[in-house]
């Protein structure tokens, strides 16, 4: 198989229509095309389905909807970041989640949510059909895994951005399951616990380079620890995989084995965990491809590309510049992270500043003069081909092996002085005692701008987001704009959730209830 970076988008484009629509659709079966009926029958067509799964891992714009990845939205949402864009009427909607003014018809939300399910039904079709395809036991097993990983994943992404949501863990078969409850989130997770855990068994714990972007066994048990640290600090319960409970000792557990023995390690310098050298390397657990490959030009279907939509986005709007590309300067970060990273050596590989910039720059709505610096627009990071704006080549970094030291020190591993100690050490800090506030407050040094801020506080309680994420008066020395412009007030009511969409409810016949505080 080919590096997953590689995927075929005419051949996806294909298998959504087809999967997408019923497979007794006038009883009619084309000869001059594949339907669902003839397809999932070979080795070659079971791993062309699984790529198709992947493929919605890269998703960051919905046709007809809007562009929402996952990195600009979450930092928008948190204190790291404010809404930006060329002007307010250009990030109006970023606007509306910056100030927790979200209406149920905010098109971010509803872009989100589309993609959610779109990987949740192709994940399910993939595990309803696999046992009928003419392959070996071994290979069903790792792509049932597979598809069991990426299902938990976007029901993770989707339960923690929305709360009361479906629970399908199989394809709609006709009209009259057309009209699905919300689950209680409690089922959502456990869901997702039991997925994890029945893929651990069977994913390999290494990737050939030759497969890069594949999932290992080591992703699934450092996902299941984002998922507990979440669920637990939200909800104050412990998850259940089927019969078994999944509770913090056996998190820990995991994530001890895999600090030993996966072979994952934190790079010897920060800032090689950005670079292109850096990519798949031996600190990512696991990561989501972008590339350039093929070169995009088609604006009228963006997500056909593979770029990272999330990198153009919060680019500086810089011309004229051998070092930035015409980004859309969204995202802007905000004076508080600045002051909170000021004095540490990872601010230079996180925040870049406007001196930094050749160029001219154009300022936009809320310029604050700071920008990502882990997604940008960059030079080494341009495409060599096509569009330039759709052809970013950053992949997501979605849990590095630093993540994991600081959960497991979270949660209460026995090594946990070791762990912290390991994260501080390779940006030349001292040892500082493994307190639970000190392991969160470097959680937030460490991970900073990687769309991780908005849930390690959301799961801290209403009452600590309120204080987070309430902006009054801060203003940096660059900052362009009224104050108000900048002035941010959480709305506990919603307990950190965004509203379910109104298309949503509409469509569901009366089965869905809007989310508390919308």
Known sequence: MQNIKLRTSKFLFLVFLLTSCSDDFLDLKPLDQEVTTSFYKTEEQAMQALISVYDVLGYDETPGISWAPFITVSDILSDDSYAGGGDANDGM??????????????????????????????????????????????????????????RAFFYFEQVSFFENIPL?????????????????????????????????????????????????????????????????????????AG??????????????????????????????????????????VFEISFGDTPAWWDWGYVRGGEGNLASQMQGPRVTGSDNWNRG?????????????????????????????????????????????????????????????ELNRTTNRRVIRFSDVLLMAAELG??????????????????????????????????????????FDVVRKGMTFATAEFTLQGIRGPLYVGDQVTFDVTFNPSTKGFLPIPQT???????????????
Not at 189 to 200: P, R, V
Not at 259 to 283: C, K, M, Q, V, W
Not at 419 to 430: C, H, I, N, T
Not at 504 to 518: C, K, P, R
């Open 243 to 284: 019969d078994a409970t999944v509770d913090r000792n056996t998190v820990v557990g995991h994530l001890d084995d895999l600090i030993a023995n996966s072979g994952h390690d934190l790079f010897p310098e920060y800032t090689d965990n950005f670079r292109l050298s850096g990519e798949n390397g031996i600190e990512s």
């Open 413 to 454: 591993s026995g090594n946990a002085q070791q762990y912290l100690d390991r994260v501080r050490s390779r940006v030349g800090l001292g040892t500082i005692p493994a307190t639970p506030e000190n392991i969160y407050n470097e959680r937030r040094l460490e991970l900073s701008l990687e769309g991780i801020r908005y």
């Open 93 to 150: 909607e970023e606007d509306e989640l910056n100030k927790f003014n979200i209406p149920t018809t905010n098109i971010l939300a509803h872009a989100i949510w589309n993609k959610n399910y779109t990987g949740i039904y192709r994940a399910n079709k993939l595990i309803e059909v696999i046992d009928g395809v003419d392959t070996s036991d071994e290979f069903k097993a790792r792509l049932k895994a597979e598809a069991k990983f990426l």
């Open 328 to 388: 859309w300067s969204f995202a802007t970060v905000g004076q508080k992270l600045v002051d909170d990273l000021k004095n540490d050596p990872r601010y230079e590989w996180t925040i870049l500043e406007e001196g930094e910039l050749d160029g001219n720059l154009d300022k936009g709505y809320q310029h604050t003069g700071y920008y990502s610096k882990k997604y940008s627009s960059d030079a080494e990071h341009w495409g060599s081909g096509g569009q330039f």
């Open 168 to 240: 399908l863990t199989a394809t709609i078969k006709g009209p009259s399951e057309y009209n699905q409850v919300q689950a209680e989130p409690s089922a959502v997770y456990n869901q997702i616990a039991l997925d994890l855990t029945e893929a651990m068994a069977d994913l390999p714990t290494s990737i050939p380079a030759a497969e890069a972007g594949r999932i290992s066994k080591w992703a699934a048990q450092a996902l299941l620890a984002r998922v507990y640290l979440f669920y637990n600090g939200v909800y104050d319960m412990e998850l259940k």
């Open 504 to 518: 949503e409810i509409d469509l569901s016949g009366g089965t869905f209830a809007q989310n508390q505080g919308y």
